[in-house]
């Protein structure tokens, strides 16, 4: 499954859990610091009525830690 179209996932979840991040590490840790970026461009793109359909290659874990963040 690709996590980064499912972040809300299950398996999101459950590697999510694994990584152990708690709610003080996604506003501070700096290994979140991409994920926190993502989150905010993603908001303001919704809040312009635009539609931001990319995802991190890299490292997919951003495109779920920032769903995340931008539900907090």
Do not use: C, Q, T, W
């Not at 996932?9 to 501070?28: Q, R």
């Not at 635009?50 to 997919?60: F, G, H, Q, T």
């Amino acid at each position: 499954m690709d996590i980064s179209r499912y972040p809300f996932s299950k398996e999101a979840a459950e590697l999510v859990e694994e990584e152990g991040y708690n709610l003080e590490d996604l506003a501070y840790h700096p290994d979140l610091l991409k994920a926190r970026e993502r989150a905010l461009r993603r908001l303001f793109s919704s809040i312009e009525g635009k539609l931001d359909l990319s995802i991190d290659e890299v490292r997919p874990m951003n495109d779920v830690y920032a769903f995340i963040i931008s539900r907090i």
